[in-house]
Nanobody, 124 residues
Framework: QVQLVDSGGGLVQAGDSLRLSCTTS????????MGWFRQAPGKERQFVAT????????NYADSVKGRFTISRDNAKNTVYLQMNSLKPEDTAVYYC?????????????????WGQGTQVTVSS
């Protein structure tokens, strides 16, 4: 059974940094593209970033481009989201996701596996 465990969220001030981690098990991690999504209260789940199977291709939502960096360590079956210059509008529950294909995707419907989510709160 495939499992994804998100961690690293917390309460920070605007301008601070956080690094989220997502550790996976139960599948061949290196074959899968991974993504990060977020959901704020009362809003739909939103794409944040995606990375292909070997880390050679990444894509970001315009709202986080230049501030967030997605990366992966296939030896550790882990994907990361480094978040810098955090803003109050980044406040949300962040979810990592895995898809059964090696290529990136913006669409949450193409991801088969999801973490439980980790709360990120940015105060002004």
């Amino acid at each position: 059974q495939v499992q994804l465990v998100d961690s690293g969220g917390g309460l920070v001030q605007a301008g601070d940094s956080l690094r989220l981690s997502c550790t996976t098990s139960g599948h061949i991690f290196s074959n899968y593209a991974m993504g990060w999504f977020r959901q704020a209260p009362g809003k739909e789940r939103q794409f944040v970033a995606t990375i292909n199977w070997n880390g050679g291709s990444t894509n970001y939502a315009d709202s986080v481009k230049g501030r967030f960096t997605i990366s992966r360590d296939n030896a550790k079956n882990t994907v990361y989201l480094q978040m810098n210059s955090l803003k109050p509008e980044d406040t949300a529950v962040y979810y990592c996701a895995g898809r059964k294909y090696p290529t990136t995707s913006y669409s949450s419907s193409t991801y088969s596996y999801w973490g439980q989510g980790t709360q990120v709160t940015v105060s002004s």
